[in-house]
C-alpha cells in the first residue's frame, strides 16, 4: 500500500470557497472511487456541519489531535458518503493557535497525527482556516500539495503573493517537498465581464497550475451545507454538482489515475 497524498486547500482570505471545494471535491473523488478523508482544521466547523456532523455533539476532534494527542483512527468519523471520511473541528480549535504555541513541535503536530493512517487513504483533504497561523502551518506541514482556491470577485489575487511567501517559508523550514499543486477558480457568474477578467488574470499569474474546470457561482450550491450533505448528494443533476465531478476528474488525470 502506498501512503495517501495530503492536499492542503488554503486561501488565507475567508469565503473564497475552501470550504465548498474541500467537502464538494472530497466527495465526488469518493464517488469515482477514491478512499478519502477530509480534515477540518478551520474553528468555523463549517466543513464538518457540511458534511452532516452535528458540531454541537462533537467530543473528539481535530482540536484533541492536535493538542491532546489523541490518535486520528480514534478521531475520524464516516460520513453518508461511502469511503469518504472526517475528522471533525468546531470552535474549540480556536484554543489551538494558542495552545499549540507552548508545545513541543507544534508546527507538525498534524503531521504526525495522521501519518499512521495515510496507507488508509488516497486523498487526504485538509481544510484551512482563513489566516497564516499555526493551525495553517500544521495544514502546510501535513501536506505534500497546496490547492488555493480564488473566487471571482474584485482583488481576487489580492493576499495570493503574501500566501505564495508562507508557502515558501513551510518549504524552507518545515517541508521542503510541499508544491503549489493547483488553483481552483470558484463563484464564477458568467454574466460578468469581471468575472471573465478575473480568470484571465489568474491563469496568466499561475499558467497550467490553475484548473481548466471553473466552478459556477449557483445557489444549490450555498444551499446544500445546511442540509449536511455535498453536492453530490443533494442534487446531482445541478450545475455545481457537474463542476465539481469535472474538477474531480481533472484532479485525478493530474494525479496520473485513470
Ligand atoms: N460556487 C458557489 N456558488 C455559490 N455559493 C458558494 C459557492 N462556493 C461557496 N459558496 C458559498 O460562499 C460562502 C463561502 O464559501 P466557503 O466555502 O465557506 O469559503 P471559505 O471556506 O473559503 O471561507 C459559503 O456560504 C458557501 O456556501
Ligand atoms: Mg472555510
Redesign the pocket.
Known sequence: MTAGTVVAIA?Q??????????INLGASLAFLGERVLIIDL?P?G??SSGLGVDRGAIETSTYSLLVDGAAAEDVLEPTSVRDLHVIPANIELAGAEIELVSIMSRETRLKAAIAPILEEYDFVLI?CP?SLGLLTINGLAAANEVLI?IQCEYYALEGVSQLTRNIGLVTQNLNPQLEVEGVVL???DGRTTLAADVVSQVRQHFGETTYKTV?????R??EA?SYGEPIEAYDPMSR?AIAYRELAREFRRRHGRT
Open positions: 486561501n482570505k475567508g469565503g473564497v470557497g475552501k470550504s465548498t471545494t474541500a478551520d468555523q463549517n466543513t481544510d482563513p482556491p470558484t463563484m464564477f466552478i459556477p457561482r449557483t445557489v450550491l450555498s451545507p455545481g
